[in-house]
Structures are given as C-alpha cells and as structure tokens.
Antibody, heavy 117, light 107 residues
Framework: QVQLVQSGAEVKKPGSSVKVSCKAS????????VNWVRQAPGQGLEWVGG????????RYAAKFQGRVSLSADDFMTTAYMALSGLSSEDTAVYYC??????????WGQGTLVIVSS | DIQMTQSPSSLSASVGDRVTITCQAS??????LNWYQQKPGKAPKLLIY???NLETGVPSRFSGSGSVTHFTFTISSLQPEDIATYYC?????????FGQGTKLEIK
C-alpha cells in the first residue's frame, strides 16, 4: 500500500509563498490522482485541488484559483502544492491524499503552515 | 457547488449505544458519498465509500446507507476508540465538498 510522507511545518510571512511536498513511499502515483485538503485550526475539511500526475492535469477549487499550483515530479513519486499570496486565513494543516473513484484512500500525515507577521 | 449538511454537529453517547449521523446533499449525488473518521492530530481515515461499502479493514460495526440526497452513517455499538470527528464527502463532481463534521464524545 502507498504511504504518503509530507514535508515539515512552515512559518511564513503574509504575502509570501509556501511549497509543500508529498512523497509516495513504496509506490508511485501512477494509478492515482493526488488531491490536497486543508484544515484550519478547529475547523472542518476543505478541498484545495487535485492533480493526475500521469496526465499532468490539474483542477483547483475556485477559492484558490490563481494562488495555488499543483505539480508532480517526472517519476510520479512526489507531488507538490504551492500556495502564494499567503494571509493569516491560510494558516492550516495541509494534507495530500491519493484519490481513486472519488475515494480519498491514503493520506499524508499533514503539514502545518502558519502565516504570521 | 454541492453543499453537504451534516447533523448533528456534536453527539454524546455511551459505550454500546447505537449512533447515527446524517448527511444531506443539496442536489442528487446518487451514491457518490464517502464517510471519514478523524482523530485529534491525525489525518482522516476512509471508513465507508459509495454510500454503503465498508473500506477494507474497517470494523463491521460501522455502516452507511442512503442515496440521492439523504445519507446515514451508523455505529452499531459504540466503542471507546470510536471517539473522533466524522465527516461525509461527496464526489459526484468537482469541487469535492465535505460536511462540517460531527464530533462524537463518550457520555
């Protein structure tokens, strides 16, 4: 089974950018889409967007369009989420997850992004 | 966007109780609905997919039912380790959206 390992916590200034990685251990993203979900402190789950690495196709939630960019390496073992124009409202735990048939089956451990001046 | 309305937002029950959570979609999503369990500080875990299918390795006390716009998640006999927040999520189309969550506590 695929295990997803995400990069470590980040502290960023307002207006800056962050890039979070998600590495597949024990496999590749060959047969999956990789989606990103975030969770603000004490809040629910919010879909950010997804990428199908095999076809390099992306979809983003309207709320993040223009600020978020999803990518994957050529070996389809690591996926990335870049988010720009950070504000305090972007403070959250960001999760990657493999998705097949709409099922978010395997999840990373989450990456805490704190935006603070 | 499809809105997912989950109820109740919190629930207190005793060990051994039958627990039910509902999720209503703002439009017909056929059976394109999943249920997740999230424990504090952890990633969500898929329990039920396609409204009523138990994910591999998930205890049989968990079940789901429903279709179109109305869905139900049930724990047949609550165990202490079931303390968590539960979310529904539709995948009928993009954007995927989640319910607001149900926080389950032991009475």
């Amino acid at each position: 089974q695929v295990q997803l390992v995400q990069s470590g916590a980040e502290v960023k200034k307002p207006g800056s950018s962050v890039k979070v990685s998600c590495k597949a251990s024990g496999g590749t993203f060959n047969n999956y889409a990789v989606n990103w979900v975030r969770q603000a402190p004490g809040q629910g789950l919010e879909w950010v967007g997804g990428i199908i690495p095999m076809f390099d196709t992306t979809r983003y939630a309207a709320k993040f369009q223009g600020r978020v960019s999803l990518s994957a390496d050529d070996f389809m073992t690591t996926a990335y989420m870049a988010l720009s124009g950070l504000s305090s409202e972007d403070t959250a735990v960001y999760y990657c997850a493999t998705v097949a048939g709409g099922r978010f089956r395997y999840w990373g451990q989450g990456t805490l992004v704190i935006v603070s001046s | 966007d499809i809105q997912m309305t989950q109820s109740p937002s919190s629930l207190s029950a005793s060990v051994g109780d039958r627990v039910t959570i509902t999720c209503q979609a703002s439009q017909d999503i056929t059976n394109s609905l999943n249920w997740y369990q999230q424990k504090p500080g952890k990633a969500p875990k898929l329990l039920i997919y396609a409204a009523s299918n138990l994910e591999t390795g998930v205890p049989s006390r968990f079940s789901g039912s429903g279709s179109v716009t109305h869905f139900t998640f049930t724990i047949s006999s609550l165990q202490p380790e079931d303390i968590a927040t539960y979310y529904c999520q539709h995948y009928d189309n993009l954007p995927y959206t989640f319910g607001q969550g149900t926080k389950l506590e032991i009475k």
